[in-house]
């Protein structure tokens, strides 16, 4: 039997939403039966990548601009979950930023450090109109 | 953002009363604890009890309390961390550079 779940959100541009998509990615996580790890776990890393990379778009890509919108994709195929956040700016490429040096107790830069530790791979890529970072992480 | 602060001798209580500290409400409490500092009320417990999910900016938050405090010869400690919140700590290494105690009863009897 297969499990696949493909779920496409649009909210307006305004962190009042990480609430929401996050409990999404907890509540898709839990309905995963064939997922052999600890659903519970998962649950709170999805919420957790989908409210730091989306917290990143609203922001800093979409410069914190009320008016546009944030695109969110998550899919889980074949058991490799991809989520895909869209934004509407000029770019913010989280791959290009260095690991945080964890003794200069820096206010900020955890943020990306948390998304490649819970994730498998991570890009971000310029498209029409802005730009996709893309998150994937294998279920086996 | 809802908190609770209260005196409690020499330290100030701290209760943040929601369910997750994150991008959305982390400046509320960094403005929350700067008042505080403002006062010189600068040795805090933040008591995260009723903290199911934390971010990098809620993280950021009490980051930034921490150094505002210690920068004034105060401290900021933490408590009442559930299981996931504490890894949160413990992903980032934050852990080793917070006081963090069970309950608020031991936390501000350790000022």
């Known amino acids: 039997m297969k499990e696949n779940i493909e779920v496409d959100i649009r909210v307006p541009n305004q962190t009042r939403y990480l609430s929401l998509i996050g409990k999404i990615g907890e509540d898709m996580a839990r309905t995963l039966r064939r997922f052999k790890g600890d659903r519970e776990e998962l649950a709170y890393h999805l919420n957790l990548v989908l409210t730091e990379a989306m917290a990143n778009a609203i922001l800093h890509a979409n410069e914190d601009d009320p008016e546009r919108e944030i695109h969110i994709t998550i899919s889980i195929l074949d058991e490799q979950l991809s989520i895909k956040v869209f934004d509407q700016g000029q770019g913010f490429d989280i791959c290009s930023l260095p690991s945080p040096d964890f003794k200069s107790l820096d206010e900020h830069g955890r943020g990306v450090y948390i998304i490649r530790s819970l994730m498998d791979r991570v890009t971000y890529r310029k498209m029409d109109g802005g730009h996709v970072l893309e998150m994937v992480k294998s279920l086996r | ?111």
Do not use: Y
């Open chain 2, 1 to 111: 953002m809802i908190v609770k602060i209260e005196e409690k001798g020499a330290a100030i209580l701290i209760e943040v009363k929601e369910e997750r500290l994150d991008a959305h409400n982390s400046g509320d409490l960094k403005t929350q604890m700067l008042n505080l500092f403002e006062e010189g009320k600068n040795n805090l417990v933040v008591d995260l009890q009723e903290v199911r999910f934390v971010d990098s900016s809620g993280l950021g938050a009490l980051v930034s309390g921490f150094k505002n405090a210690s920068a004034r010869n105060g401290n900021l400690k933490l408590c009442g961390l559930q299981p996931q919140v504490k890894s949160m700590f413990e992903l980032t290494r934050l852990h080793r550079v917070f006081e963090i105690f069970p309950g608020s009863q031991e936390a501000l009897a350790s000022f």
